[in-house]
């Protein structure tokens, strides 16, 4: 597996990463646990040396799947996990709100470093902006916890540039998680440019479209009423009738280069940046080896070209979010 290192930091991981999020959060049905954990280590045997997960996965039992999976690997692989969602420790709805209080921050990255098995996190990610907390002070929360041993690198998810800059002053971030693939194009205007002047890395978050890009989903494919993607206007049937010309193009490409739109919709994105780390998740082994096989697909500029200039041509229907997970992204 090639490697890359997230910006200017010197955190260095597989060129493809694995969201686990899926495993155990919002893509019901779940599979069984002793399955997942056999599903993580096959994937460190692979290559693959970026892993992410959260405290709200769950909540709380993404991080115990993780750690107990990767345990064997302790020091051969990199593990980020998040914080910034108020939870009840009793079980009961699975957040009441945001909250990156410095006292709360700390609390979360003891607890999540006895979850994950492992004496320091990796990657602390705010997982979204808390509006009531000076980003200030959130950055400062985490740099004491870096001056303590107990934390590698910092890390911000979905959050906007200006925000970013004001972070980066106080504790240098080492990566933006964000939504990004060939059909959520918006990091492109402010973001990335952003991150490439401050020499900050970019892991992207459903690179495939939850699934969409693969090819696998259609007007006819059937969601369990709890599955997240129910409640997402883009997968409304009307908008993934309209939307299926992306999958369209992917399949023309994939086609002509012998492979699959998955890994066009991957290798397009590893060749924007040498910094950026797409996160595909998966809970199969042959959709993890295809994933993975992105890494050694090699775009010439005319394909490139070829796909951006198709792909300007097709106006992408419905939001990516509700509007009450919309309103946590951006700030």
């Not at 993404?62 to 939870?87: C, H, Q, R, S, Y």
């Amino acid at each position: 597996m090639k490697t890359r290192k997230l910006g200017k930091s010197n955190l260095e991981v597989s060129a493809i990463g694995l969201g686990c999020m899926g495993m155990t959060f919002s893509f019901p049905p779940f599979p069984e646990k002793k399955e997942m954990i056999t599903f993580l280590r096959k994937a460190a045997e692979l290559g693959v040396t970026f892993f992410d997960t959260a405290e709200v996965y769950g909540p709380y039992n993404n991080e115990e799947l993780v750690g107990e999976a990767l345990e064997p690997f302790k020091g051969e692989v990199v593990i980020a996990t998040k914080f910034g969602f108020d939870l009840d420790p009793n079980g009961g709805p699975q957040w009441r709100g945001l909250n990156s209080k410095p006292k709360h921050i700390k609390e979360v990255a003891e607890a999540s470093l006895k979850r994950l098995h492992v004496e320091t996190i990796d990657l602390f990610y705010q997982h979204r902006v808390d509006p009531d907390v000076p980003i200030e002070d959130v950055a400062g929360a985490v740099k004491d916890l870096i001056y303590e041993g107990k934390v590698r690198h910092f890390g911000m998810s979905e959050a906007g540039a200006h925000t970013i800059r004001r972070a980066h002053a106080v504790q240098p971030v080492t990566a933006l998680q964000s939504e990004y693939s060939i059909w959520w194009r918006e990091p492109e205007k402010e973001i990335i440019p952003t991150l490439e002047e401050l020499g900050i890395g970019f892991v992207p978050f459903s690179p495939l479209g939850k699934g969409f890009l693969t090819g696998k989903i259609d007007t006819d494919t059937k969601f369990e009423a709890a599955d997240f993607r129910t409640s997402v206007p883009r997968f409304s049937k009307e908008n993934l009738a309209a939307n299926q010309a992306m999958v369209t193009l992917l399949e023309d490409i994939s086609g002509k280069k012998k492979t699959t739109p998955a890994r066009i919709a991957l290798a397009w994105l590893l060749a924007q940046k040498p910094w950026i780390v797409p996160i595909p998740g998966t809970r199969k082994l042959e959709r993890l080896q295809e994933n993975i096989g992105a890494a050694d697909l090699e775009l010439s500029e005319g394909e490139l070209k070829e796909i951006n200039a198709a792909a300007s041509k097709i106006e992408i229907q419905g939001a990516r979010y509700p509007d009450s997970a919309a309103r946590m992204v951006g700030k």
